[in-house]
């Protein structure tokens, strides 16, 4: 699990930078990285950057913490997800660095990036969206490496801390939703319900529909506040008015979760649960369901021009092969295109600062035009060695060849992305309608399981 939060710099980067890249926190700096810049150069680099855009705004870095669970990752892996956080996120375009700090009670990451990038020369826009994007890939990291996710609770509101103590099952409040959520399972109506969670030790306030206060309210053994039924605090399916919905629609609810899928929906296993047993009314309705989403996958089979499983199991294996393809060509590019964008960076930046270091060398009075230089012949010492660790003769390289190349790959990625996205968004298709087929001949009985092409009546029964 890793928690994430960012903020702006508008000023000292140097000062941020330092501070994150200190060695009593990162295990004597050996928990430190960097791209397209370094600890000692990076304000310099970031100013350069900076220097190309119209600065709209004043935030020149952006500073994003990566804290994970105590005692879920080790150090080096922490930091090796920070790495992969920051590649995905910023893609190369963007000079950053990243320090893991081991500290305090919780590993965490931070990463500082320049808020200019070095490819179109754009500010980087923080908003909810970019956000939600971090925490996205953020999460998506955790799972590859096994680690815990924080889950989306649908609602506003429900803070990190709080997060944490449901994990610890220490949060009162996620104890009185598990005793509702039990207490609704038990009750046959909504007066039960009240009885069984005054039986669990709840005091029970505003609980009526007339004459009462609008929210109902739960206070637990052992607490000295209630807390109040409401979409804020508890959750939507908390309030006494859908405690009483859910409580009616117990039958209903699970039939439309079992059914509540994309498209097509899902086969209803009615051996799974004893209530299907128990209720031959919707035994009967769960069947007809399925009959029915059966029929449809078929005829959805048909609009694709297939006319059987075989065939559903040949287009699956040559759209699997499409995609793999395509999908490894989306990968190369983007290898090569980190690559080309650094070396965009360092050959504008050795372009650019070459006149500098040119008048360096010719000045009788090299130290003060060092002085007065100093940053931009940094930069042009740092962007010649970068060059020539690419395997790059500096003064040969074009920026505008490197950009022109640049963007070629960039058009040729997107294409391949656009084409794996779209052979995915059919396979979902079809593997669905093949589980939803192969569901029901495994649920249905064997004589319903003929199925004809040409008749609507057939179509029926199956």
């Not at 969206?129 to 955790?142: E, F, G, P, W």
């Not at 505003?206 to 209630?226: A, D, T």
């Not at 629609?249 to 128990?278: C, F, V, W």
């Not at 779209?422 to 087929?437: G, N």
Request: glycine residues 4%; hydrophobic residues 30%; charged residues 30%.
């Amino acid at each position: 699990m890793a928690y994430t939060k960012i903020h702006a710099i508008t000023s000292t980067v140097n000062k941020a930078v330092d501070y994150i890249c200190a060695p009593d926190k990162t295990d004597g700096s050996i928990l430190i990285s960097s791209c397209g810049c370094s600890p000692q150069t990076a304000s310099f680099d970031f100013e350069f950057a900076l220097s190309k855009t119209s600065r709209a705004d004043k935030n020149k870095a952006y500073h994003l913490i990566q804290s994970f669970f105590p005692g879920e990752v080790s150090y080096e892996e922490a930091h090796q997800i920070g790495n992969e956080l920051a590649e995905k996120l910023l893609q190369n375009k963007y000079s950053y660095i990243v320090s893991t700090h081991i500290d305090k009670g919780h590993i965490h990451n931070h990463i500082i990036f320049c808020a200019a990038d070095n490819i179109d020369h754009k500010k980087y826009h923080d908003c909810k969206q970019t956000y939600y994007n971090i925490r996205k890939l953020s999460d998506s990291l955790c799972r590859e490496h096994n680690l815990s996710v924080i889950p989306d609770s649908g609602r506003k509101g429900k803070s990190y801390k709080e997060w944490m103590e449901n994990q610890n099952n220490n949060s009162w409040k996620h104890q009185v939703k598990a005793d509702i959520n039990d207490s609704i399972k038990k009750a046959s109506t909504y007066e039960k319900f009240l009885e069984i969670m005054a039986s669990k030790g709840y005091d029970i306030e505003n609980s009526g529909f007339h004459n009462s206060g609008k929210y109902i309210k739960f206070r637990p053994q052992g607490q000295k506040y209630f807390v109040r039924g409401r979409e804020k605090t508890l959750g939507k399916d908390y309030t006494k008015e859908r405690i009483r919905e859910r409580i009616e629609n117990k039958g209903q609810e699970l039939a439309n979760k079992m059914l509540h899928s994309r498209g097509i929906h899902n086969i209803i296993d009615t051996s799974a649960d004893e209530k299907y047993a128990n209720n031959a009314a919707l035994q009967k309705w769960a069947d007809k369901q399925n009959l029915k989403l059966a029929a449809q996958a078929y005829v959805s089979m048909e609009q694709l021009g297939l006319h059987s499983m075989e065939e559903l199991e040949t287009r699956l294996a040559t759209l699997s092969e499409q995609s793999s393809t395509a999908k490894t060509k989306t990968v190369s590019l983007e290898k090569k295109l980190r690559r080309h964008a650094l070396i965009l960076k360092y050959a504008e930046q050795y372009a650019e600062n070459r006149p500098f270091h040119t008048r360096y060398t010719k000045a009788q009075n090299k130290e003060s035009v060092f002085r007065k230089y100093e940053s931009k012949l940094i930069l042009y010492d740092g962007a010649k060695n970068e060059l020539k660790r690419f395997g790059l003769e500096p003064s040969k390289v074009n920026p505008d060849e490197v950009r022109k190349d640049y963007q070629e790959m960039e058009n040729q990625r997107k294409i391949f992305l656009a084409k794996y996205k779209a052979i995915e968004k059919s396979l979902k298709e079809l593997r669905h309608l093949k589980d939803v087929i192969s569901q029901y001949m495994d649920s249905a009985p064997v004589e319903t399981h003929r199925i004809s092409k040409t008749s609507d009546k057939n179509r029926e029964t199956l």
